[in-house]
């Protein structure tokens, strides 16, 4: 069965530190992957995707994504966050039956 | 362009009561899934639909719950004889039917039921 595992349940930055939330994946065959954020109040949206092609993929708001076969990760990454990034991060993964991670808590203070 | 609908929003039941949950896919969209999410946990898929179909149920708790996605109307999520431990969110979303794009959820805002 598939999993996936965010090791940081609760992250804190200053504004315009640099972020990156880890995300790995037990399955052995191909993948789709995801990240998803959910902003206070809000629902889920969808920050970007991995189908196939390029590893490096760009999403919404600055964000990027790296798949890493090897390593089974799709770690998250922002070179600068912002106060409006404060929010819970959703790794996933699968096809139609997407299996999610447990969530990272993002706070960000100004 | 309207997204994922779902409603209502909040709903209270006490246990031993029926919940009905409803969710209307963003236009275009012929595939709808449901999620639960617990307290301080992610969320968990329950069931895969399309229209009239049921494709993948592996998700449901055995007895209680069922869900449908007619020909015409909103997908139901119906919880009978709800306990406290149906307390949670539950989420809605769709996709396109064919295409790259298929794999891609929408989410709606959730219901948050609670049983007392």
């Known amino acids: 069965a598939q999993s996936v595992s965010q090791h940081n349940h609760h992250v804190i930055l200053s504004e315009a530190a640099s972020l990156e939330l880890g995300c790995n994946y037990s399955y052995g065959g191909t993948v789709n992957l995801f990240w998803y954020v959910q902003y206070p109040g809000q629902h889920l949206q969808l920050l970007l995707k991995y189908f196939s092609g390029d590893p490096l993929v760009k999403g919404i708001k600055g964000f990027e994504a790296e798949f890493i076969k090897s390593k089974f990760s799709f770690n998250l990454r922002k070179p600068s966050v912002q106060w409006s990034d404060t929010a819970e991060y959703f790794c996933a993964v699968g096809f139609q039956k997407l299996v999610f991670g447990t969530g990272t808590r993002l706070l960000v203070s100004p | 362009n309207a997204g994922v609908m779902q409603n209502p929003r909040h709903l209270v039941r006490r246990r031993g009561q029926e919940a009905r949950l409803r969710c209307s896919p963003m236009?275009?969209?012929?595939?709808v899934y449901w999620y639960r999410q617990l307290p301080e946990e992610g969320l968990k898929f329950m069931v895969y639909?399309?229209?009239?179909?049921?494709?993948?149920e592996s998700g449901m708790p055995k007895e209680r719950f069922s869900a449908e996605f007619p020909k015409e109307g909103p997908s139901i999520l119906r919880i009978q004889q709800v306990v406290r431990g149906d307390s949670a969110a539950y989420f809605c979303a769709s996709s396109p039917g064919l295409g790259g794009s298929s794999y891609e959820q929408y989410f709606g805002p959730g219901t948050r039921l609670t049983v007392t």
């Open positions: 236009k275009g969209h012929s595939h």
């Open positions: 639909l399309q229209k009239e179909n049921i494709i993948d």
